[in-house]
């Protein structure tokens, strides 16, 4: 069975932080796909990683893909009260094709 | 960005009752549909990938008689699910991939949250 496993699982912290989210497995994944999702609403893609070692920027969040493609990481800079939202990594399994979801990491950012 | 439309966006049913959520691709051909099923505070389980034209593929632990799927054309997968029950209660949420854009990105709709009551 693959598992995305997601740490940490709750982070609240204050606006100006940075904050790194991880999303580690034993499995390889053919891509790697970040979600944020607000309550009452479907997950919104945020990026896509496909190579290993791959960096990706979108404004403050930085994205990683681990060199092995097992694992991957999110970073925000000076987090903002609007990135409060429940994050999910999602890895699109070689064997079956299927979005594999993590376990999610849910972020408050105070004012 | 692809739109993936979900209807109704809540549903309220009574014990016994049998409920149709719709999936609909709006702007592009979706071959494959996925649906999710997600409790309260937790992430998305993979309920079933549906594929135009032909039946649907279960997880394991998902009841195909409860839950059942058809996907009769290539922007539309519907999801029933049979005398609902109190224990049904979920949000539930479709994905599409559109082959023609990506094939690895799925975009997914808005959800659908069914309280059985």
């Known amino acids: 069975t693959q598992l995305l496993e997601q740490s940490p699982q709750f982070l609240s912290i204050q606006e100006g932080e940075n904050l790194t989210v991880y999303c580690n497995s034993s499995s390889v994944f053919s891509s790697l796909q970040w979600y944020r999702q607000e309550p009452g609403e479907g997950p919104v893609l945020l990026v896509t990683?496909?190579?290993?070692?791959e960096v990706k920027k979108l404004k403050r969040l930085t994205f990683q893909f681990g060199d092995a493609r097992k694992d991957s990481s999110l970073h925000i800079t000076a987090a903002q009260p609007g990135d409060t939202g429940l994050y999910l990594c999602a890895g699109r399994s070689y064997n079956t094709d299927k979005l594999i979801f993590g376990t999610g990491t849910r972020l408050q950012v105070f004012p | 960005g692809a739109v993936v439309s979900q209807h109704p966006s809540w549903v309220i049913c009574k014990s016994g009752t049998s409920v149709k959520i719709e999936c609909r691709s709006l702007d592009f051909q979706a071959t494959t549909m996925f649906w999710y099923r997600q409790f309260p505070k937790q992430s998305l389980m993979l309920m079933a990938t549906s594929n135009e034209g032909s039946k649907a593929t279960y997880e394991q632990g998902v009841e195909k008689d409860k839950f059942l799927i058809n996907h009769a054309s290539l922007t539309l997968s519907t999801l029933t699910v049979t005398s609902a029950h109190p224990e049904d209660s979920s949000f539930y949420i479709c994905?599409?991939?559109?082959?023609?854009?990506?094939?690895?990105?799925?975009?997914f709709g808005q959800g659908t949250r069914l309280t059985v009551v």
């Open positions: 994905s599409a991939r559109d082959l023609k854009r990506s094939n690895t990105e799925a975009f």
């Open positions: 990683v496909v190579t290993g070692g």
